[in-house]
């Protein structure tokens, strides 16, 4: 069977103990979270968890039948990557003595990124983009030496007119 990248999204309730409950139960299939975000959504008083695995179709419509069997669970759904819009950030902690290289602020601004702050020993780069985008700006900025790197987990909308509140109610 094929594994591939799908992205969950889940619509709830916002209760305490929910997505402990809902990462369980990808981990009873053996189904590893690649990222998780969680938000407010469009509709008041629900959250959104988006959820990014790599597996097959056939298992991530199990996970989706299970997830819609939990009380506070309003409505999930698996999309694939060509029918969603992606985005994550990233930031790049790198040391002030780089800064100043023509190489590395030429690195930056090719690829997007922005000086989010500069303080006496390090400064900051912010990058948003897709996956492929800030995984470049972190191989390219690497031999610079960085501090740190953390990149946020995957928001998705979906590129087809879906009105997620009137599909909920």
Same mark, same amino acid.
């Given at each position: 069977?094929?594994?591939?990248?799908?992205?969950?999204?889940?619509?709830?309730?916002?209760?305490?103990?929910?997505?402990?409950?809902?990462?369980?139960?990808?981990?009873k299939r053996?189904?590893n979270?690649?990222? $998780?975000?969680?938000?407010?959504?469009e @509709?008041?008083?629900?959250h959104?968890?988006t959820? !990014? *695995?790599?597996? &097959?179709?056939?298992a991530?419509?199990?996970?989706?039948?299970?997830?819609e069997?939990?009380?506070e669970?309003?409505?999930?759904y698996?999309?694939?990557s060509?029918?969603?819009?992606?985005?994550?950030?990233?930031?790049?902690?790198?040391?002030?003595?780089?800064l100043?290289?023509?190489?590395?602020?030429?690195? $930056?601004?090719?690829?997007g990124?922005? @000086?989010?702050?500069?303080?006496?020993e390090?400064? !900051? *780069?912010?990058k &948003?983009g897709?996956?492929e985008?800030?995984?470049?700006?972190?191989?390219?900025?690497?031999p610079?030496?960085l501090?740190q790197f953390?990149?946020?987990g995957?928001?998705?909308?979906?590129?087809?007119?879906?009105?997620i509140?009137?599909?909920?109610?």
């Amino acid at each position: 069977m094929n594994q591939e990248i799908f992205t969950v999204s889940i619509s709830t309730e916002n209760n305490v103990g929910l997505l402990n409950r809902v990462t369980s139960i990808f981990l009873k299939r053996h189904i590893n979270i690649e990222s $998780i975000t969680a938000s407010e959504s469009e @509709i008041k008083d629900i959250h959104r968890y988006t959820v !990014v *695995v790599k597996t &097959t179709e056939e298992a991530i419509q199990k996970v989706v039948k299970q997830l819609e069997k939990q009380v506070e669970v309003v409505k999930a759904y698996y999309h694939r990557s060509q029918d969603i819009f992606t985005q994550e950030i990233a930031m790049y902690k790198i040391s002030v003595d780089n800064l100043y290289e023509t190489d590395c602020q030429s690195i $930056i601004k090719s690829n997007g990124g922005t @000086i989010a702050a500069v303080e006496k020993e390090f400064f !900051v *780069v912010e990058k &948003t983009g897709s996956y492929e985008e800030t995984k470049k700006l972190y191989d390219d900025l690497y031999p610079f030496g960085l501090m740190q790197f953390v990149r946020s987990g995957r928001i998705a909308i979906t590129k087809p007119k879906m009105l997620i509140s009137e599909l909920i109610r």
